[in-house]
């Protein structure tokens, strides 16, 4: 453990083997990203030539139009929209019910929910795998569908638990003593409200399920979601290029949304969505 | 008529309780708790090598396959990559945690927060992929490598056994790499909540009372960041532990426990073998926990 972190603490200004030691960790968490962007223009066909001969558009259309790469994002999108769905529904009612009751096992709720995170992602593979075999259930969309749904809750629930806890009760107090009934009080007060929140913990949870690959290996059968395809091109690299220009388009398509829900928590000083 | 159904449910709280928890409750007892029942279940039966069919009936056998010494050295390969992970990534994550608790600005603070969980929430595939374009025989390190005239150095690297290979992208160096990488978010993240909570005038105290920064730094700051770094640490340990991508694009044919799941259930159809061996890091996990907990970890949590 290097010891020049606590050198001069009391200074207002950090050493610089900090700073470079900062930097130099913020670089490595990044610098991989910006590879990506720059591989995905060069001219090479079959190899990872470090710098690259030379750049290109050409496999931008043609990635684009790659029947496999098509099907698997099409085939990610509708899944990824469904677990979403599904995680606001079953999250929000879990927020609610977390917020505004009392009962047996309410600690144990938060603890259930994030399970499916915490565990390593090969334990909810194999246990629904298991579950897949042992009933024969056919694999199918929906098999990935309820698969994913399960640990995108947790985000969803962490987001309206935490805007549950930030708003006051009054509201829903006055707009109930000025005699709207629960459902224009849903409508009115409550939606509003958490309506932030929901979109957070929608876009968190999209963002998971589309770039899941560990638990979607064991319940998507023989169907390719676009994180397995790019998976299985990296097995057995057939296109470079075609996945190259992939890999640019999933780092467009995930990381420019969450920056969007970080805008959205940070404009409403929410916690964002917990562990990954 | 919505009035009438709006004060119903005001009068029975309990039915409206119901109603909310029943849908979470059930998904989650039924898909997600059951499948782990299911995988409990498949772990007692077992295949037969002849007909290759799955035999429904309770043994213990599966278990027994577990301690054969190939697949204890699985075990052992893993937990050791998952401790060597850990660690490093300890080593990097803390000069920036303490860069950021301390002497980044408000302004800084957020953009290097900003900074460290946009890789954690961009795609998982995509970011080992990137290792595969940088440790390529013909990618960016060996081109560095060459450009200071270090390649030798590189090519003795590959050939130590155990840690070398054909090129960095397949190699046992190559895995714990990747491995940092992806988790290191995990880590920089609690450190820097628990170092935020120590006080400033602590530091200053050790330092006036005579107390070298490196003294400081092990009885002061170490201990205080504790927690934190044990909180990073099970995230790291646990997802390195059952991770399959990674030793699959990167390894050579050396299994890890997450491979070796796969293989099992995929190839060879044995799924009692593959849940059996799942829990060989739930119960690393557990005996993680409770040391972590024995350690105090959780106490400042």
Redesign the interface.
């Known amino acids: 453990?290097?010891?020049?972190?606590?050198?001069?603490?009391?200074g207002?200004?950090?050493a610089w083997?900090?700073?470079?030691?900062?930097a130099?960790?913020?670089l490595?968490?990044?610098v991989?990203?910006w590879?990506?962007f720059l591989?995905a223009f060069t001219t090479e066909e079959s190899?990872?030539?470090?710098?690259p001969p030379g750049l290109t558009l050409k496999w931008i259309p043609q990635a684009l139009a790659n029947p496999a790469m098509q099907s698997a994002l099409y085939l990610s999108i509708r899944v990824a929209f469904l677990a979403t769905i599904t995680a606001l529904?079953?999250?929000t009612?879990?927020a609610?019910?977390v917020y505004?009751?009392d009962?047996f096992g309410k600690e144990s709720?938060s603890f259930?929910?994030i399970?499916?995170l915490?565990?390593?992602?090969?334990?909810?593979g194999?246990?629904?795998?298991?579950?897949i075999?042992?009933?024969h259930i056919p694999f199918s969309f929906w098999t990935i569908v309820?698969g994913h749904?399960?640990f995108c809750?947790v985000v969803v629930y962490n987001n309206v638990l935490a805007r549950f806890r930030r708003s006051s009760n009054s509201m829903i107090e006055a707009s109930m003593d000025l005699g709207a009934?629960?459902?224009?009080t849903f409508w009115h007060i409550v939606l509003p409200n958490i309506g932030t929140a929901l979109l957070a913990g929608a876009i968190?949870a999209f963002?998971l399920s589309?770039?899941?690959?560990?638990v979607t290996?064991?319940t998507a059968g023989n169907q390719q979601t676009l994180?397995i395809w790019?998976?299985s091109q990296?097995?057995k690299p057939r296109n470079r290029p075609i996945?190259n220009v992939t890999?640019m388009l999933?780092?467009l398509i995930?990381?420019l949304p969450?920056?969007l829900a970080?805008r959205i928590v940070?404009g409403s000083s929410d916690s964002?969505g917990g562990?990954? | 008529m919505?009035?009438r159904?709006?004060?119903y449910?005001?009068l029975r709280?309990k039915v409206v309780?119901a109603l909310?928890?029943l849908?979470?409750?059930l998904?989650?007892l039924v898909?997600?708790?059951?499948?782990?029942i299911?995988?409990l279940?498949?772990s007692f039966f077992y295949l037969d090598g002849f007909t290759g069919k799955?035999i429904h009936e309770f043994t213990l056998r599966t278990y027994i396959k577990l301690f054969d010494p190939i697949n204890l050295q699985i075990f052992g390969r893993t937990t050791l990559m998952a401790a060597s992970v850990t660690l490093a990534c300890?080593?990097?994550?803390?000069?920036?945690s303490?860069?950021?608790a301390?002497?980044a600005s408000q302004r800084m603070k957020?953009f290097?927060y900003?900074?460290?969980?946009?890789?954690?929430?961009?795609?998982?595939?995509?970011?080992?992929?990137?290792?595969?374009?940088?440790l390529?025989q013909?990618?960016?390190i060996?081109?560095f490598a060459r450009l200071i005239h270090l390649d030798w150095l590189l090519h003795l690297y590959l050939n130590l056994p155990g840690l070398g290979g054909p090129s960095l992208s397949i190699s046992a160096t190559g895995i714990f790499i990747v491995f940092v990488?992806i988790w290191?978010?995990?880590m920089?993240i609690p450190i820097q909540t628990a170092l935020e909570r120590v006080p400033?005038s602590l530091?200053?105290a050790s330092?006036d009372l005579g107390a070298t920064?490196?003294q400081?730094?092990?009885t002061v700051?170490?201990p205080l960041a504790f927690p934190g770094v044990v909180a990073g640490s099970i995230?790291t340990f646990?997802?390195t532990?059952?991770?399959?991508?990674v030793p699959?694009?990167f390894g050579n044919s050396s299994f890890y426990?997450?491979k070796a799941?796969?293989t099992y259930?995929g190839t060879s159809g044995n799924?009692p073998l593959?849940?059996a061996f799942?829990m060989g890091?739930?119960i690393i996990?557990i005996v993680y926990l409770l040391i972590a907990r024995r350690l105090g970890a959780f106490d400042a949590l």
């Open positions: 453990m290097p010891s020049k972190n606590s050198s001069r603490l009391s207002e200004r950090a083997p900090l700073k470079f030691g900062a130099g960790a913020i490595f968490l990044h991989p990203l590879l990506i591989y190899a990872y030539t470090f710098p529904i079953l999250g009612l879990a609610a019910a505004r009751y009962f709720v259930m929910l399970l499916p915490a565990l390593p992602g090969i334990v909810t194999i246990a629904m795998r298991s579950a075999s042992l009933i309820i749904a399960t809750v009934n629960s459902f224009q968190l963002s589309f770039d899941e690959v560990i290996t064991f994180p790019i998976f990296m097995l996945t890999a999933v780092v995930t990381a969450i920056l970080q940070a964002e562990s990954k | 919505l009035n159904i709006s004060t449910f005001y709280p309780l909310m928890l849908p979470p409750m998904w989650f898909v997600y708790i059951g499948s782990l299911t995988m279940i498949n799955v300890i080593i990097i994550a803390f000069p920036l303490y860069f950021m301390r002497f957020t290097l900003l900074a460290v969980t946009l890789p954690l929430w961009s795609s998982y595939v995509v970011r080992v992929y990137s290792w595969k374009l940088i390529a013909e990618g960016i060996s081109w990488y290191l978010p995990y920089i400033k530091i200053e330092g920064p490196a400081t730094f092990r700051l170490l995230f646990s997802l532990l059952g991770d399959f991508i699959q694009l426990i997450g799941v796969l259930q799924i593959a849940a799942t890091p739930i996990m």
